[in-house]
Structures are given as structure tokens and as C-alpha cells.
């Protein structure tokens, strides 16, 4: 049977028996104002939908045990936007965060967020760090927003703070190296994602996770982010399933370094 033809339940099922899942996934999610557009709606009604996407592919994560889920969910570009849809958007962003706390307390979800939270509205940086506070004791799934995010920003900060470490006779120079940069990152704490998925169809990075994502493997999409469901999700996770991660190796040396 063809991979259109099966059902969710079929689906997961087939993941369950596909091999390893992503520990780390990642998503730009993108669409939401041409899928408003299409159907003669504002384009924040279409952002208003892409939460029950998020809601659906929060909840797939969990069951089916993947470790940490990162969002592009509003960029640092993001703040050029008209100033009536950031407005909106930041109210919708406290809603959100205010109406589904619960639900992700009773399903073990933690809460983080990566970039600069202080950019955002009070009310809104008050309600996600309420959030952060509630859920901090969940150990499932690990929920990452990056809010006011910017891969390159997030660079320039880290490279300050390297620079600081050797200003003050910490770090020497020769001693900088890949774990350096890493662990001066936003991420330091969760590892690189396995998999990112773009929505949409577009064939750009948007400047998200320029550094962690050396390595990922990439699935993109013509589904618009708001139409981004469980199946879509699904189908995202069977194709990562059937790629082969040589990380510049070839295939005979993982087989090796496998039987080991």
C-alpha cells in the first residue's frame, strides 16, 4: 500500500517500525498569510489557524516520544511587518500561551524560548515567562519558541561573550573551537536538530539556526503551514526515516562504526 493511501494510525505505525525518530526537530513554519489570502481572510486569521497546527504537531511529538521541538515563531525581521499584524500577533502570542498552558502541563511538556525575549511587548514577555515558570518541571517533550530570533544575532552575541572570556584571560585564543561557539549559543543546552521541515515550499533558512543546522537533514513542502497536520507530519518523519546520515563519512564506515 502507498504512503498516501494509509491512515494516521497506519502511519505511526509504519514510523514505529521504521527505524530511529529525530531527537530534535525543528520547523519554519511558513504560509499562514497566503493561506489567509487565498481564502479572502486577514492574514492574521491564518496565523489564528497555524496555532491548531502547532497544537497538533506539539501533541504528535509527545506521543510519539521526540525530544524537543523548535518553532520559528516570530523572527527579528519579523518586527518590520505593518504595526497593526505585530500588534495582533503579540496579542494572539498571549492568548496562546495563556489558553494552552494547562494542556501542556498534563502532557509533561516543558517550555523554553531562544532569542531576545526582552524585545517583546510586557504583557507578552510576562506571559511566556509565566510559561517557562509553570511548565520548568515537566521532563517530556521540550517545547523551544524562538521569539524575536535571529540565527546571525545569535552569533554576534555568542562571539561577544567568546571575546569577553578572552578579554578577561579565561580563554586563550587557540583554545576556541567548535564546543566553544556551541555552548555560547542560545542552544547550548538541547542538541542540534535532526530534521527541519519548511512549509510552504519555500527553499531558504530565513536566517534559523545558520550554526546548528550543518548536519540536519531538510524536508520541504508545498502545505501551507495552517494545513500542516499529523499526516503531513508523519510523512515528514518517514522521509527523514529513509535517509542515510554519513556526516561526510560513506556508507561502508557507518556500517562499520554500526557493528562495533
Not at 169 to 187: K, V
Amino acid at each position: 500500500m502507498r504512503l498516501f493511501e494509509l491512515n494516521e494510525d497506519q502511519l505511526v505505525e509504519r514510523l514505529r517500525r521504521g527505524g530511529k525518530l529525530p531527537e530534535h526537530v525543528a520547523i519554519i513554519m511558513d504560509g499562514n498569510g497566503r493561506w489567509a489570502k487565498r481564502r479572502g481572510l486577514s492574514r492574521v486569521e491564518g496565523h489564528r489557524e497555524g496555532i491548531n497546527s502547532v497544537r497538533e504537531i506539539v501533541r504528535a511529538c509527545g506521543e510519539l516520544g521526540i525530544e524537543y521541538l523548535t518553532l520559528y515563531t516570530f523572527s527579528k525581521e519579523n518586527w518590520n511587518r505593518p504595526k497593526t499584524e505585530v500588534a495582533a500577533l503579540m496579542s494572539l502570542l498571549l492568548k496562546t500561551i495563556r489558553d494552552e498552558v494547562a494542556e501542556l502541563k498534563r502532557n509533561n511538556v516543558r517550555l523554553m524560548t531562544m532569542g531576545r525575549l526582552e524585545d517583546l511587548p510586557m504583557l507578552a514577555r510576562q506571559g511566556m515567562q509565566h510559561g517557562i515558570r509553570s511548565l520548568r518541571q515537566n521532563s517530556g517533550l521540550t517545547l523551544n519558541l524562538a521569539l524575536s530570533y535571529s540565527s546571525r544575532q545569535e552569533m554576534v552575541e555568542a562571539m561577544r561573550r567568546i571575546a569577553r572570556e578572552v578579554k578577561a584571560g579565561r580563554l586563550q585564543p587557540e583554545d576556541i573551537d567548535e564546543f566553544t561557539i556551541s555552548s555560547n549559543l542560545y542552544t547550548a543546552a538541547i542538541p542540534d536538530p535532526d530534521l527541519l521541515i519548511r512549509t510552504s515550499g519555500e527553499l531558504r533558512l530565513s536566517n534559523f539556526l545558520l550554526w546548528q543546522l550543518a548536519y540536519t537533514e531538510i524536508y520541504v513542502t508545498e502545505v501551507l503551514w495552517p494545513d500542516f497536520r499529523r499526516r503531513e507530519f508523519y510523512h515528514a518523519l518517514l522521509s527523514y526515516q529513509q535517509r542515510e546520515r554519513r556526516f561526510g563519512m560513506v556508507s561502508e564506515q557507518l556500517a562499520a562504526a554500526v557493528e562495533v
